[in-house]
Each structure stands twice: as structure tokens, then as C-alpha cells.
């Protein structure tokens, strides 16, 4: 890989580095999320950096111009950040349903509760009026 390419796939691997590791102290991206960035993010600054494990990968690969190895490794971190996130949406769809559901149940519950001692503030107030006297009523 010629010096000028290397210098801009590993400038661009030390800022996706230390992106995230802002993120991470800003507390807006959780830790385990950063866990994974921060590994593709090492793997994409060790193969920027050093040729002999780059060439390594374009032969695994079969790719005869090395960089293209690299992009296919990036390319690769990719879908698997994706998947990681489609899992992690899946289960967090599943989770708001399901309190969604509970929700409901409990107001349905709380609105049944609200009406029975509605029911029961009335009756009671009932028992402890007079009755009106028919006469007094005309």
C-alpha cells in the first residue's frame, strides 16, 4: 500500500478511535455498544498500520491489490455492527410491546378500581343521609 493511502485509511481509523471514545466519556453511547466500535475500530488501525497483516488478509481473501482487503475488512465490521444493532432494536421492540401490554393492563386495572370506590363513596354516602321525607320533597 503506497504512503498516502496508508496515511489516510489510518487517519481515518484513529478518528473513528477516538470518536468513540468521546462518546463513551460523554456518556452518550453505552459501553457496551462502544465495546464493539472500539474493536472494529482496533482492527481497522492495525490493518492500516502495518503491511505484513494487511497482505496476510488480501491473500486469506484472495484480493491482489491489498487496500481493497482493507475495505472489504471495513465493509465486513459493517454488517457486522448492523446485525449487532438489528438484534438489539429486535429485543427492545419485543421489550415496548410487552410493557406497552403491561401498561394497559394496569390502567385498565387502575380505571376498575377507581369506579368500585366511586360505587362505594356513593353507597356509603347514601346510608348515612336522612331519606327525604316524601311530603318535604313537594
Same mark, same amino acid.
Given at each position: 500500500m503506497d504512503a498516502h493511502l496508508r496515511i489516510v485509511a489510518l487517519t481515518g481509523s484513529v !478518528?473513528?478511535?477516538?470518536?468513540?471514545? #468521546?462518546?463513551? =466519556? %460523554?456518556? =452518550?453511547?453505552?459501553? =457496551?455498544?462502544?465495546?464493539?466500535?472500539? &474493536? !472494529? &475500530?482496533?482492527?481497522?488501525?492495525a490493518l492500516s498500520a502495518w503491511d505484513r497483516l494487511l497482505q496476510v488478509l488480501a491473500d486469506a481473501l484472495g484480493a491482489s491489490y491489498p487496500p481493497s482487503a482493507l475495505f472489504a475488512a471495513a465493509f465486513f465490521f459493517i454488517i457486522m455492527l448492523l446485525l449487532h444493532f438489528s438484534v438489539a432494536v429486535s429485543r427492545l421492540a419485543d421489550q415496548s410491546k410487552m410493557l406497552a %401490554?403491561?401498561?394497559?393492563?394496569? #390502567? %385498565?386495572r387502575m380505571a376498575s378500581l377507581e369506579a368500585r370506590a366511586r360505587r362505594s363513596d356513593l353507597l356509603a354516602d347514601g346510608e348515612h343521609q336522612p331519606t327525604p321525607n316524601p311530603q318535604e320533597v313537594l
Open positions: !478518528c473513528l478511535f477516538l470518536v468513540v471514545f #468521546e462518546l463513551v =466519556r %460523554q456518556r =452518550r453511547l453505552l459501553e =457496551r455498544y462502544a465495546l464493539l466500535w472500539l &474493536a !472494529c &475500530a482496533l482492527g481497522l488501525v %401490554q403491561r401498561l394497559a393492563l394496569t #390502567e %385498565q
